[in-house]
């Protein structure tokens, strides 16, 4: 296992004050061995701040740190006789840089990017004739530049870059301090991720604490890989499901005409005004039929019953006493459950990390409606032969609705890690 160590630390600031410092290290286990990047919000003040392996936040920082992606280190060594140059630098954080060659008069003979992690770099440059150029390598936020001089007898500039890097392991790299601004109280959603996958946890730090990231494939059909969140002991997918087809590789029919799918008792799915610009940001919407079929979701997960949901509700808003009630209920479970952005009426908290967005919904009569405002989640709960168990919350509701519709409704789909 690799630790990929963030001390985060918290000064007096004004009015506020933690009494000593605080530190998270951060653990990525299950099917990652190391975290490549973690990204952290702030989900009071909304800012933002990407972590990598070697760095640590500063808490209570300036924030004057957050674009320290410097070059140091640069040699530049010219091959006067050939034509060439060797360029030696470090990159404090991973990212693009640029490499400029111009001659005396400002003619551009080189123009390069590259994205570059964090670590030790070189490359060569070819093929300059004779002459006095200038060369600068820069990031978005910081710009290195040297004069060199060729006197190799060449017809015409025929510039070749060989870009080579010697970054170091994320175990060799000194820390560097990123710091950041915050206040006591204030509840952190941090995203790790580890290759392809993600996983979400939120934390209010009030002593130190090693935060896990518990990784697990959660792959469909179509070999789409989802964000998890664990909530309550239970891993929730933590985006809506978008695949066309089972585990098993069957294709599911995608029904546009409103006159079939009121007809269809089978399973069938489709995109929000059957438009699949919406396939990432919402998700398919899945008629019940769909949502009953054991291989909807990855493999190693499922569809959530009606138990689940009463457990996840339970988990987000104690308010909820009587678990089995219909209609709204409890007082603050929608809130924690939306996101902070995407809602067309009030925002949410996403206090646990679910990530709730409105996808909308499709009417058993094959009408679409409510994008930006409602959102709906099938459970794999029948209440009865036409009908089954959802839960929708709305813009300007604080509290859930469980209740029962058509199985030919058109809703979102979460899946749950099986037991």
């Not at 990123?178 to 993600?198: C, F, H, N, Q």
């Not at 029919?253 to 399973?267: C, F, G, M, Y």
Request: charged share 20%; proline share 4%; with cysteine.
């Amino acid at each position: 296992m690799v630790r990929c160590a963030l001390g985060l630390i918290c000064f007096l600031s004004g009015s506020w004050a933690i009494s000593q410092p605080l530190s998270l290290d951060f653990e990525a286990e299950g099917a990652a061995a190391y975290l490549d990047e973690v990204e952290v919000m702030n989900l009071n003040s909304g800012s933002r701040v990407s972590v990598f392996n070697g760095e640590y936040l500063w808490l209570g920082g300036s924030g004057g740190d957050l674009q320290n992606d410097s070059i140091s280190d640069m040699v530049v060594s010219p091959d006067m006789a050939a034509g060439a140059c060797d360029i030696a630098f470090a990159l404090a954080r991973p990212g693009y840089v640029f490499l400029s060659i111009s001659d005396a008069m400002g003619r551009v003979v080189v123009n390069e990017e590259r994205e570059l992690p964090r670590g030790q770099h070189q490359l060569r440059v070819e093929g300059l004739r004779s002459g006095a150029y200038k060369v600068s390598l820069m990031t978005p936020h910081a710009e290195h530049t040297h004069w060199i001089r060729s006197d190799a007898r060449l017809a015409a500039n025929k510039v070749l870059v060989v870009w080579s890097k010697q970054a170091a392991s994320p175990q060799e790299q000194t820390k560097m301090a990123i710091s950041w601004p915050y206040a006591t109280g204030d509840r952190l959603l941090m995203k790790g991720m580890a290759g392809e996958m993600v996983h979400y946890v939120t934390l209010v730090p009030t002593k130190d604490s090693v935060v896990v990231f518990q990784f697990m494939p959660c792959v469909d059909g179509d070999k789409n890989a989802y964000a998890t969140v664990e909530i309550g002991g239970r891993f929730w997918m933590a985006e809506n499901l978008r695949t066309t087809h089972l585990v098993s590789g069957e294709e599911l029919p995608e029904v546009r005409d409103n006159n079939d799918w009121q007809d269809l008792a089978l399973p069938a799915y489709c995109w929000y005004q059957n438009n699949d610009h919406h396939r990432y940001q919402y998700g398919a919407l899945y008629n019940w039929y769909a949502v009953s079929d054991a291989g909807l979701c990855p493999q190693g997960w499922r569809l959530p019953t009606d138990e689940d949901w009463l457990e996840l509700e339970k988990v987000m808003d104690p308010a909820i006493d009587v678990t089995s009630a219909t209609g709204w209920r409890g007082k603050d479970g929608a809130l924690k459950m939306k996101t902070l952005r995407g809602w067309n009426g009030q925002k949410g908290t996403n206090l646990f990390g679910f990530s709730a967005l409105p996808a909308g919904r499709r009417s058993h009569e094959g009408h679409f409606n409510s994008v930006g405002d409602y959102a709906y989640w099938w459970t794999a709960s029948p209440r009865d032969e036409e009908n089954a168990w959802s839960r929708y919350i709305l813009p300007d509701y604080d509290y859930l609705y469980r209740g029962s519709f058509s199985k030919k409704y058109g809703f979102s789909v979460r899946c749950v890690r099986g037991d």
